[in-house]
């Protein structure tokens, strides 16, 4: 979770949900609970997702597709905006590269943030994404567009 | 929904939620919205829901994934627990063949709750889903498992 006041961008939070092996809908509530606590507790105005890949197998999709379901339920519950930003655009705002690597995607969101420690890939993604959106989801600077499909505005 | 008194099952309602173009945020927003309504009309006890084909495209099983993960939501979030079958378990308790044609669910369904009309076909397989859980899962006499895989029990 970040703090934006003008274009200067704060930390607040970060962290990852795991579920355990149960069965699906109380794995599904675990999410669910825990992003209702965590949005309880710092009242954030909005919220910001990454749109998944689906070129895994089907089953991983399905599963993945309920997770992320689960987890968009808890932001429109407290009647949040949720905005999807692919992974592209995401590493473009905060690398300026679409193709960067995961590390890459870490050391810029410690650089931007001024962290003193790198975060998980998964919360340096999560934090990426937030990044990405603050800054109206079109990156650092100019984004180039070129070669590119654009949807609604935005970058697919 | 059903009312099961004894070995008696009682139709209570039924109906589809069908969500708008929009953005997928308002969509799951829509359906989690709509479930929650009919649960705090209804009270149920318990809630069965279908395990899901993915033999479709990798899209639309994603965006299956995720409305049945808000789906799933609505249900967690009054604690109901949430039962799983998959259409091979309910057309085996329903019909006694679980490779029944959807007509014969619906004809079956009629027959079971006493309607005087048929439902549709979508309403029809969420009453059999119902059914098939309020009869244990195991239909309305001995089942068959040859040729099934087991898992916990459960065909698979």
Same mark, same amino acid.
């Given at each position: 979770m970040l703090d934006k006041k003008g274009s200067v961008l704060t930390y607040v939070s970060s962290g990852c949900v795991k579920t355990t092996e149960g069965e699906l809908p109380s794995r599904l509530k675990l999410i669910l609970d825990n992003l #209702?606590?965590?949005?309880? #507790?710092? !009242?954030?105005?909005q919220v910001a997702i990454e749109q998944v890949f689906v070129n895994i197998n089907p089953k991983s999709t399905l599963l993945l597709g309920q997770a992320r379901g689960a987890a968009i339920c808890a932001?429109? &519950?407290h009647n949040l905006e949720c905005a999807e930003y692919t992974a592209l655009q995401i590493k473009q705002a905060v690398v300026g590269n679409g !193709?960067?690597?995961k590390e890459q995607v870490q050391e810029m969101v410690m650089r931007i943030l001024? &962290?003193?420690s790198s975060p998980s890939a998964d919360a340096a993604d999560a934090l990426a994404?937030?990044?990405c959106h603050a800054h109206g989801g &079109? @990156?650092? @600077?100019k984004i180039s567009t070129a070669g590119y499909r654009m949807k609604r505005g935005r970058l697919v």
């Amino acid at each position: 979770m970040l703090d934006k006041k003008g274009s200067v961008l704060t930390y607040v939070s970060s962290g990852c949900v795991k579920t355990t092996e149960g069965e699906l809908p109380s794995r599904l509530k675990l999410i669910l609970d825990n992003l #209702q606590e965590v949005i309880m #507790q710092y !009242h954030p105005d909005q919220v910001a997702i990454e749109q998944v890949f689906v070129n895994i197998n089907p089953k991983s999709t399905l599963l993945l597709g309920q997770a992320r379901g689960a987890a968009i339920c808890a932001a429109v &519950l407290h009647n949040l905006e949720c905005a999807e930003y692919t992974a592209l655009q995401i590493k473009q705002a905060v690398v300026g590269n679409g !193709h960067a690597k995961k590390e890459q995607v870490q050391e810029m969101v410690m650089r931007i943030l001024s &962290l003193t420690s790198s975060p998980s890939a998964d919360a340096a993604d999560a934090l990426a994404c937030a990044i990405c959106h603050a800054h109206g989801g &079109l @990156g650092l @600077g100019k984004i180039s567009t070129a070669g590119y499909r654009m949807k609604r505005g935005r970058l697919v």
